[in-house]
């Protein structure tokens, strides 16, 4: 069984930023495709990062491209979102999530284990 561990969030000013990290147990993460949503107060989950296992690529989200950076660390199993630039829009909780896929996705049934969130909030 896959189990994801989300932390580093917090509370942090716009413009500042943070590094939130997805601890993942199992032996095959550097098999895993690993993505990062974020859920904002009443509105539906959306896709933000992902990087793909296979091929070494990312895929970002329009709202955050230039501002973060996903990174993944396959001998610490560990898997990072670095913010940067952050803005009140960014306010949400954040997810990592992994799953068995060629390549990356932003579809959320391609992701198979969830972590359990970590809120972020940006001031204005």
């Known amino acids: 069984q896959v189990q994801l561990v989300d932390s580093g969030g917090g509370l942090v000013q716009a413009g500042g930023s943070l590094r939130l990290s997805c601890a993942v147990s199992?032996?095959?993460?550097?098999?895993?495709?690993m993505g990062w949503f974020r859920q904002a107060p009443g509105k539906e989950r959306e896709f933000v990062t992902a990087s793909g296992w296979s091929t070494g690529s990312t895929y970002y989200a329009d709202a955050v491209k230039g501002r973060f950076t996903i990174t993944r660390d396959n001998a610490k199993n560990t898997v990072y979102l670095q913010m940067n630039n952050l803005k009140p829009e960014d306010t949400a909780v954040y997810y990592c999530?992994?799953?068995?896929?060629?390549?990356?996705?932003?579809?959320?049934?391609?992701?198979?284990?969830w972590g359990q969130g970590t809120r972020v909030t940006v001031s204005s």
């Open positions: 199992g032996r095959t993460f550097s098999t895993y495709t």
């Open positions: 999530a992994a799953g068995r896929y060629i390549g990356t996705t932003s579809k959320e049934s391609d992701y198979n284990y």
